[in-house]
């Protein structure tokens, strides 16, 4: 009830402001369940993709938009629960992998759609990365669900980083064929077989958005960003010194200058001329 509300609310005047544009809208199945994997490029994706979908579908966010303080985190809470997004504590690796899994298998023994991002984390650049074997794969094996791909594109446009106000433009969601893994079934404590699964899909991401793959992880890639930007940044350390030749010119300079006591002083008593005794008379 409350999501086809926050759908009506958010959903409708989205879709009328930015007009998204569909392709594959036909792959979603009208029931059972279906882990949809998308790539990840902004933090609109998660409302884009529900709000052109006549299914509820459920993503997972990080549980401090669930724990805020205040009216803010309350409001934040309502908004996030109410659009059908899970909290998941993310201050483990391990912790948070297991807990995805957890509410992803609920959401699918459920017979609902559940959305999953395999990069971990939005894309720095606009590139796709390296899929997190991890969450996907294991999802989609223990639950034994079809994984359908998403492509997410150009609504990293919509807000870039350090704008306060979006861009009214159409981004693009174009979904592919449903994938079945059935193949790997009782697999899923290989890792090889996670790999394979979960590149398998990054592919198809990859074919669907058309854009440029690279081999590592996002998590990665933005750590090496940060690190360059901190070294392009001047250090205190950078700042020109004074040699010790500088230094001794400067303090040669302040000793060659007149002192204050070298200066004349008044005396305050005003000195008489000598007197030689010479009267000017003649004897």
Do not use: C
């Not at 005396?267 to 009267?279: I, L, Y």
């Amino acid at each position: 009830m409350i999501y086809r509300a926050m759908k009506f609310s958010v959903g409708g005047p989205l879709k009328l402001a930015f007009r998204p544009w569909v392709e594959g809208i036909e792959h979603i199945p009208d029931a059972g369940p279906a882990i949809l994997a998308s790539n990840h490029l902004s933090f609109s994706d998660s409302f884009f993709l529900p709000a052109v979908l006549s299914r509820k579908v459920t993503f997972i966010a990080k549980a401090e938009y669930f724990t805020s303080p205040g009216v803010k985190g309350r409001l934040t809470a309502a908004f996030f629960k109410g659009v059908g997004q899970l909290p998941v504590d993310r201050s483990g690796a391990r912790g948070a992998g297991e807990a995805a899994i957890r509410s992803g298998m609920a959401v699918l023994e459920s017979g609902e759609l559940f959305g999953i991002y395999p990069e971990g984390t939005r894309s720095p650049d606009g590139r796709l990365y390296r899929g997190k074997p991890g969450g996907l794969a294991r999802l989609a094996l223990a639950s034994g669900a079809p994984v359908i791909p998403v492509a997410m594109i150009d609504t990293e446009k919509i807000q870039p980083p350090g704008t306060v106000m979006p861009k009214l433009m159409r981004p693009g969601i174009r979904i592919g064929r449903p994938l079945d893994f059935s193949r790997y079934q009782g697999m899923e404590n290989d890792r090889f077989i996670l790999r394979s699964l979960t590149d398998e899909v990054m592919y198809e991401i990859m074919r669907l958005s058309g854009q440029e793959y690279v081999d590592i992880y996002a998590t990665a890639a933005k750590r090496r960003i940060a690190e360059e930007a901190k070294a392009a940044r001047p250090s205190k350390t950078d700042r020109p010194q004074q040699t010790e030749k500088s230094q001794q010119t400067e303090k040669s300079q302040q000793t060659d200058r007149p002192q204050q006591t070298d200066r004349p002083q008044r005396t305050g008593k005003r000195q008489e001329p000598e007197k030689t005794g010479h009267t000017g008379r003649t004897g």
